[in-house]
């Protein structure tokens, strides 16, 4: 495996972690030092997702496009990817009523640790349109929801 598909794996992972509400193992992905763009630690940004999940039941995250636009040998990270977040009914019947979530888009960095496992070190993300996402992100929810 490369050092981009490991970045990817751990994007992956994190969003597995939230979905199934597992904050603990979500907090695992995220470095002791992680700041998210709106000013929040990492314990500040893991009481900002279990806010979201308590207030939501049946969470579904599909991440989307992933791009890593950058690793150094010093053990930085770039990656900017998408996610589709959906909540309420089954799978099922959000694919009958043809609606497939709130789209957003990540920027983040990630260092890697003494052990080789990549963590968030910093994340931005905001709310976008259907319009805005990645062609590669557009194609996947095309799989996930071919009538959109």
Same mark, same amino acid.
């Given at each position: 495996?490369?050092?981009?598909?490991?970045?990817?794996?751990?994007?992956?992972?994190?969003?597995?972690?939230?979905?199934?509400?597992?904050?603990?193992?979500?907090?695992?992905?995220?470095?002791?030092? $992680?700041?998210? /763009?709106?000013? =929040? &630690?990492? #314990? +500040?940004?893991?009481?900002?997702? %279990?806010?979201?999940? !308590?207030?939501?039941?049946?969470?579904?995250?599909?991440?989307?496009?992933?791009?890593?636009?950058?690793?150094?040998?010093?053990?930085?990270?770039?990656?900017?990817?998408?996610?589709?977040?959906?909540?309420?009914?089954?799978?099922?019947?959000?694919?009958?009523?043809?609606?497939?979530?709130?789209?957003?888009? $990540?920027?983040? /960095?990630?260092? =890697? &640790?003494? #052990? +080789?496992?990549?963590?968030?070190? %910093?994340?931005?993300? !905001?709310?976008?349109?259907?319009?805005?996402?990645?062609?590669?992100?557009?194609?996947?929810?095309?799989?996930?929801?071919?009538?959109?």
């Amino acid at each position: 495996r490369s050092e981009e598909d490991r970045v990817r794996e751990t994007v992956s992972k994190a969003a597995d972690r939230a979905e199934k509400r597992d904050l603990e193992g979500l907090g695992r992905y995220l470095d002791a030092g $992680f700041e998210s /763009g709106d000013g =929040r &630690d990492r #314990a +500040g940004t893991l009481a900002l997702v %279990a806010g979201y999940l !308590e207030r939501r039941r049946g969470v579904v995250v599909h991440v989307l496009g992933c791009r890593v636009t950058g690793i150094d040998p010093a053990g930085r990270a770039s990656v900017e990817f998408e996610v589709a977040l959906s909540h309420g009914a089954a799978e099922v019947l959000r694919k009958l009523i043809r609606w497939s979530g709130t789209y957003y888009r $990540f920027a983040a /960095g990630l260092v =890697r &640790d003494a #052990a +080789g496992e990549w963590r968030f070190a %910093a994340a931005h993300w !905001e709310e976008i349109l259907l319009t805005d996402l990645f062609p590669e992100s557009l194609a996947v929810l095309k799989e996930l929801f071919p009538d959109i």
